[in-house]
């Protein structure tokens, strides 16, 4: 048997919220897969957590206060879930507005090589059903830490570089060596972080060969890190403020090289 952590923040978006957990709780071909939610309700104030409760009880509800975000929801959701007498095999994060095909937790788990690679989903647009998020890779590894390409999904697994954390499948081995998300970010960058630690860590990240979830995506261009335009369109749905330049200082410094403060101040002004 499986044992199956699956982490999600949510904040004032029930009907997705809802809508989420029916995807993931309709997965077929997960006989020897237990799954076990642990949910963050980061101060919602549409009843999430009620209608929740009344649809799955199974679900561990563990309520925020209204400031903690996407990533440090996720932190405390894992934190939650470290707290459980049972032992996980992996960690699974969720976004809330991304919906499972019904095999997309065994995809998932047929993707990985070794028992120790992280596997990212490939998320499309539910009208386009083209890519919307997944992986990404390096243009230069060296000059250019900070710039990646897009990853399409091309019927085989593909290893990747950085990944969004819309789904991620995290191997409990993975934990031990590098640890929880780090929650000193609030809402952006902790995704990509994570993948800079794993990448440093020597851990494979691999994408999975076809699309196994939606989502709608921001227009964005993916090379430009600071879109001031974009966090402020995304964090007004969530009705709060985000401070998105300490978390770009932190990521520059951590892993842009004797360079950090020149990407630093290019990622800013772009």
């Known amino acids: 048997m499986i044992n199956l952590a699956v982490l999600i923040t949510c904040h004032n978006r029930r009907e997705k919220t809802i809508k989420c957990l029916k995807a993931l709780f309709n997965q077929v071909d997960s006989n020897n897969i237990r799954i076990k939610v642990f949910l963050v309700d980061d101060g919602s104030t549409d009843k999430t957590s009620n209608e929740v409760m ?17 990533a440090r929801g996720v ?17 699974l994060w969720l976004n809330d507005d991304t919906f499972l095909y019904n095999t997309a937790i065994k995809q998932l788990l047929d993707t990985q090589i070794d028992k120790n690679d992280i596997v990212i989903g490939s998320v499309c647009d539910p009208d386009t059903k083209l890519r919307s998020y997944g992986g990404t890779i390096f243009t230069n590894r060296f000059l250019t830490p900070f710039k990646y390409e897009i990853v399409d999904i091309n019927g085989k697994p593909q290893k990747i570089d950085t990944f969004n954390g819309n789904v991620v499948l995290i191997p409990h081995s993975v934990y031990d060596k590098i640890g929880i998300i780090d929650n000193y970010f609030e809402h952006a960058y902790a995704d990509i972080e994570y993948s800079y630690r794993a990448t440093k860590h020597d851990i494979q990240i691999l994408l999975t060969a ?61």
């Open 54 to 70: 009344a649809l799955f009880p199974e679900v561990v509800i563990i309520q925020g206060d209204g400031n903690l975000f996407w």
């Open 75 to 91: 932190a405390l959701a894992w934190k939650e879930s470290l707290k459980s007498k049972e032992i996980f095999d992996y960690y």
């Open 210 to 270: 076809k699309h196994i979830a939606e989502c709608k995506r921001d227009k964005v261009d993916h090379n430009k890190i600071i879109n001031i335009t974009l966090l402020k369109k995304i964090l007004k749905l969530f009705g709060r403020k985000e401070k998105p330049l300490k978390s770009w200082f932190r990521l520059c410094y951590k892993y842009g090289g004797i360079l950090w403060p020149i990407h630093f101040v290019i990622g800013y002004i772009k």
